[in-house]
């Protein structure tokens, strides 16, 4: 319970103070074509960087994969092309002991139109036990 105040009382801090985009996005694992879906927060820190927290489950099996990466970025008008490397979890639904690591690293473009934009994704996700490419797209909010 402790983590969760400290995790609310930081956001509050964080959101008073910086740039937030938030992106809900729909994508696949292109491996096996399997669908996915989730959320993606990012903090802008510095004109270049921004800190980004995500979490997406895969529809087949229901396995949930949450990671924190740095985006290095440049905004070039409208449009802010990104690079990223981060480090992650993974696991089925249940107790979270059992989640392993991960490591992923990918590209993307945003695209905005004032406060909303457009936004394309893609990550190599690579860990012990499965090494895998996807892609997606999704709708940016930035407030």
């Known amino acids: 319970m402790r983590k969760v105040i400290l995790f609310l009382g930081i956001f509050f801090l964080v959101y008073k103070i910086y740039p937030i985009d938030i992106t809900g996005f729909g994508g696949i694992k292109t491996d096996s074509w399997e669908k996915l879906y989730g959320v993606a927060v990012a903090w802008d820190f510095f004109p270049f960087i921004q800190l980004e927290l995500e979490g997406f489950r895969l529809k087949s099996n229901s396995q949930n994969h949450i990671s924190a ?3 290095l ?13 981060g480090y992650g979890f993974s696991g089925e639904r249940g107790d979270i002991s059992e989640y392993k690591g991960f490591k992923n ?3 993307g473009i945003k695209l905005f139109m004032g406060i909303i934009g457009i936004r394309i994704d893609y990550r190599v996700i690579k860990s012990s036990s499965f090494n895998w490419k996807r892609i997606y797209g999704g709708l940016d909010i930035s407030i």
């Open 73 to 85: 970025s440049i905004d070039l008008s409208s449009i802010t092309p990104y690079i990223t490397v």
């Open 105 to 107: 690293y990918g590209a």
């Open 69 to 71: 990466n740095p985006l």
